[in-house]
């Protein structure tokens, strides 16, 4: 795959039972509270200089933290800085 092609991807919800709607390359989701999780790779990405971008629902924000070559921290809050759960989270990862 080229350097242009998302290495992880995924769209998941926190609300009710968290869980995968729907991902690529992510093989573990685990809940740290409301609105903080970890997410996983099935096959980590191998550049020290990758790239994560999330987004959330309805106006929430969604951040990430503490990258390591097999998983980040991710976390979804609103704009008072609260962390919140939302019904859906998503998270493109790119590198070499």
Known sequence: ???FTAKA???FKMTDTAAFNDSHNFDGFVDLGV???K???TVNP???NGCVVG?????HIAGHSNIASDSFRGYTYDTANTNVD????CFTVFSD
Not at 55 to 59: E, I, L
Not at 86 to 89: D, E, I, S
């Open 1 to 3: 795959l080229s350097q």
């Open 9 to 11: 991807w995924c769209n």
């Open 35 to 37: 609105g903080a999780f």
């Open 39 to 41: 997410l996983s790779y």
């Open 46 to 48: 191998t550049g020290a």
């Open 55 to 59: 987004a959330a629902n309805d106006g």
């Open 86 to 89: 939302v019904a859906h989270a």
